[in-house]
């Protein structure tokens, strides 16, 4: 089989993602690995169903599973307790039972909704994830986490709910339109700044983009997720502080997204708020300016905004960081880098840092 193998594991979990070309043909045999059980559910969005549902059905029929599809609306909006319950009353109703398990097939929100439905159903049977943009393979599919949204904000209902295998088909990006593209490689380049100095500088010296050639991309999302792979390791649940260093950027970025009611996508704000965390670091971590010049080359590299849009109120990002979560006893924990490859979180940083990397955006 032409792929790799990571794997993944910490307390009281261990699994692989697969990541290579033309993986969803094989994903049968893979998935045959790792289960003996028979009816499964493929959850899918209107878009990676069109795409890819009846070759991933294919492709498990062929190892006597008997699948069945269920498809749902694109978009966020789809991450609501009502649609899991949907899919759950669906489900009962097509017979499947504890014996049965899920798999995930699309982007982030199709693998965070279908990986909630997989840990409630029944109280919890397997779940496969079959991810279909790139955030999906090098983020979100990865480290269990699982849930869906409320009206008072994202990802407020969830449970930690590890996939017992994940496959990644990169042929499956190439239907992926650029603007979701580069929401993926808005968190490759956090976890370059994070913990790859050597991704940093390959992304930057590269000359063809890099979505243009196959190998080169199976071997960047290999990266990525053994770069998140070893950090879900050691802190799946976010006790220790490792698993927050993967919001860096984060905290501005989330802020630009409530102060926009989610107009500009999560990548983008990341982007953004990744600008905005190299400031603070060289205000409190010893970040240098020059480093903080090759995030904002990279990121423009890579078509990703490092500005604020006209119009966005500054106020109302300051607003929705104050209410951020990440603030614990009234103490900004926010994530500094003092060099491109390493990164720590910081009780130093205070809210007239954060105004003031704001205003410069
Ligand atoms: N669980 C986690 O750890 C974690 C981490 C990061 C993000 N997330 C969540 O992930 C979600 C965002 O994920 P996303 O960026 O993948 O968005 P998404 O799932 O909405 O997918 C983006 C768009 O691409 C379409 N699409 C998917 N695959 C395609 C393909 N191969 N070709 C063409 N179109 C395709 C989808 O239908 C959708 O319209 C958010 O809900 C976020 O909260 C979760
Ligand atoms: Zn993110």
Same mark, same amino acid.
């Given at each position: 089989?032409?792929?790799d ?14 990541v ?17 059980r ?9 878009n990676?169903?069109r ?26 909006k789809s991450?609501?307790?009502?649609q ?20 995930g097939?699309?982007?982030g929100?199709? !693998?965070d909704?279908?990986?909630?439905v ?28 699982t849930?869906?949204?409320?009206e ?6 969830? %449970? ?9 088909d ?12 580069r ?5 490759i ?18 000359q ?16 990525n ?18 698993r927050?260093?993967?919001?860096? !950027? ?9 102060a ?9 704000? %990341? ?6 965390a ?6 409190? +971590? ?17 078509s ?7 119009g ?16 614990? !006893? ?6 500094v880098t ?17 105004q +003031? ?5």
């Amino acid at each position: 089989m032409n792929s790799d193998v990571i794997e993944i594991s910490g307390d009281g979990f261990r699994y692989s993602a697969f990541v290579g070309r033309g993986l969803i043909a094989k994903a049968g045999e893979i998935a045959r690995n790792v289960t003996d059980r028979k009816h499964c559910t493929i959850i899918a969005d209107q878009n990676s169903a069109r795409f890819f549902s009846d070759r991933v059905c294919e492709a498990f029929a062929s190892r006597n599973f008997s699948p069945q599809a269920i498809t749902i609306p694109a978009g966020e909006k789809s991450k609501s307790l009502m649609q899991a319950g949907e899919l759950c009353d669906e489900m009962i109703k097509a017979g499947f039972d504890r014996s049965s398990f899920v798999i995930g097939l699309g982007g982030g929100v199709i !693998g965070d909704i279908s990986g909630f439905v997989a840990a409630i159903f029944q109280r919890g049977i397997p779940h496969i994830q079959i991810p279909t943009t790139l955030l999906a393979m090098v983020d979100s599919s990865i480290g269990g986490k699982t849930g869906v949204n409320l009206e008072a904000g994202k990802n407020l209902v969830g %449970v930690i709910h590890h996939p017992a295998v994940i496959i990644c088909d990169v042929d499956a990006l190439e239907t992926l339109p650029p603007q979701e593209l580069r929401q993926g490689y808005a968190e490759i380049i956090k976890h370059a700044i994070i913990r790859d100095a050597d991704m940093f500088d390959d992304l930057l010296s590269s000359q063809v983009p890099i979505h243009r050639s196959g190998d080169a991309l199976v071997e960047l999302i290999r990266r990525n997720i053994a770069i998140k792979a070893r950090i879900v390791a050691v802190d799946d649940r976010e006790m220790s502080g490792e698993r927050a260093l993967l919001n860096f !950027g984060h905290t501005v970025g989330h802020g630009i997204e409530r102060a926009t009611d989610f107009k500009i996508p999560h990548g983008d704000c %990341v982007s953004i708020g990744m600008v905005a965390a190299c400031a603070i670091s060289i205000q409190r +971590a010893g970040f240098s300016a020059k480093q903080r010049g090759q995030v904002v080359a990279l990121l423009k590299k890579f078509s990703l905004p490092t500005q604020l849009p006209a119009g966005v109120d500054r106020e109302k990002i300051i607003e929705a960081i104050a209410h951020d979560k990440k603030f614990l !006893g009234g103490k900004i924990r926010f994530v500094v880098t003092p060099k491109i490859g390493d990164a720590h979180v910081s009780s130093d940083v205070t809210m007239d840092d954060i105004q +003031a990397a704001i205003a410069a955006l």
